[in-house]
């Protein structure tokens, strides 16, 4: 059985639809009963997100995370497993999980913030969690940088556990996501992205605000390239800007495709789930690109979340 690891963020979303509640409450009063929108949770994360993107393109990719068990980060395990992803080697935590509280404005915009509850478990992995995992017929194994951080244990770990996929014989990939506004880009947390790009066979990313801060190169094509060197992947993406990418010193450029972007969550998450899943359907590196772009676009073009076009949809264009 040939496994996909998706080793990453895997956290509950609190969303609340602000902007739909206020245009409901607006109408009170005028002698009809409304329906007033509700909050919910839901599964999220950039390597959940991932993960259901595979699953939904026919893949079977397990995640390797920590969530705490409260009965938010149950419904979310249970939604993903329903999606497809095997959580078998999730690592649970009998702390409540961590919540990001992601409010929805008028205009669709969405806010987030990370909810510090007291009991909420953070997520972070320890020293020898991952060691058990059985990593033989690994061929793929994906991560991110959302939850890499500084230089501590959890992140040691993960280091470890993508090193011994890759040498079980398996193709790293990993998606920058620096968040660099919000999280930085510290000397511990440098030295991990340096660990990571060393193994990493193909490296995905987005905009000079990534490419930037971890090459100190400030010309977004460049930086990809001083990126891949003479043997790596990388794929440099820009919003709706075409992808550049870089394959072991070939250039070409993909158009992003045309669509009414309604919002930009989960754009690059779903973006790496279709190019994982070509990649994982034999297809060439093009191919990959344009896989993500389609699903990338079928993304931020609908409401539903990780919307993605169906299997046979990307296979006949
Ligand atoms: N306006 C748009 N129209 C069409 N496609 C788009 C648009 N914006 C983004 N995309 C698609 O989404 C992909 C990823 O977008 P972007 O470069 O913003 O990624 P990202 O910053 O990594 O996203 P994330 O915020 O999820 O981390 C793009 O390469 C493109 O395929
Ligand atoms: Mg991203």
Redesign the pocket.
């Known amino acids: 059985m040939k496994k996909l690891f998706c080793i990453g963020d895997f956290t509950v979303d609190l969303i609340i639809p602000f902007g739909d509640m206020k245009r409901a409450v607006k109408g009170y009063g005028d002698g009809k009963k409304r329906n007033v929108p509700k909050i919910y949770t839901q599964a999220g994360g950039?390597i959940a997100n991932t993960s259901v993107v595979l699953a939904r393109l026919g893949q079977q990719p397990r995640i390797v995370s920590k969530i705490g068990t409260d009965s938010c980060g149950l419904d979310a395990i249970k939604d993903i497993r329903a999606e497809g992803v095997n959580t078998d080697n999730l690592i649970l935590d009998k702390a409540s999980a961590f919540i990001i509280g992601s409010v929805i404005d008028e205009d669709g915009e969405r806010y987030f913030n990370g909810w510090q509850r007291s009991d909420a478990g953070n997520g972070a992995l320890l020293k020898g969690e991952t060691e058990d995992i059985d990593v033989s017929e690994t061929v793929w194994v994906h991560s991110g940088g959302i939850n890499i951080h500084d230089d501590t244990e959890h992140e040691r770990e993960i280091v470890a556990f993508l090193r011994r996929c890759k040498e079980a014989g398996a193709t790293v990939s990993f998606?920058i996501?620096l968040r660099y506004e919000t999280s930085g880009y510290s000397e511990g947390r440098r030295r991990i992205y340096e660990q990571i790009f060393d193994l990493a066979d193909i490296i995905l990313?987005?905009?000079l605000d990534e490419f930037g801060p971890v090459t100190g190169i400030d010309d977004l094509a460049e930086a990809g390239r001083v990126l891949a060197g003479n043997s790596k992947t990388v794929v440099v993406?820009?919003?709706?800007k075409p992808?550049l990418l870089i394959n072991r010193g070939q250039e070409s450029i993909h158009p992003?495709?045309?669509?009414q972007?309604l919002h930009?969550?989960?754009?690059?998450?779903?973006?790496d789930g279709g190019f994982i899943a070509a990649a994982m359907y034999g297809k060439d590196m093009k191919t990959c690109v344009e896989w993500?772009?389609r699903c990338?676009?079928a993304t931020?073009s609908h409401m539903a979340p990780m919307t993605v076009p169906t299997l046979s949809e990307l296979e006949n264009i």
């Open positions: 950039g998606d996501n990313g987005s905009g993406r820009n919003s709706s992808v992003t495709c045309r669509v972007q930009t969550i989960g754009a690059g998450d779903s973006f993500g772009n990338a676009a931020i």
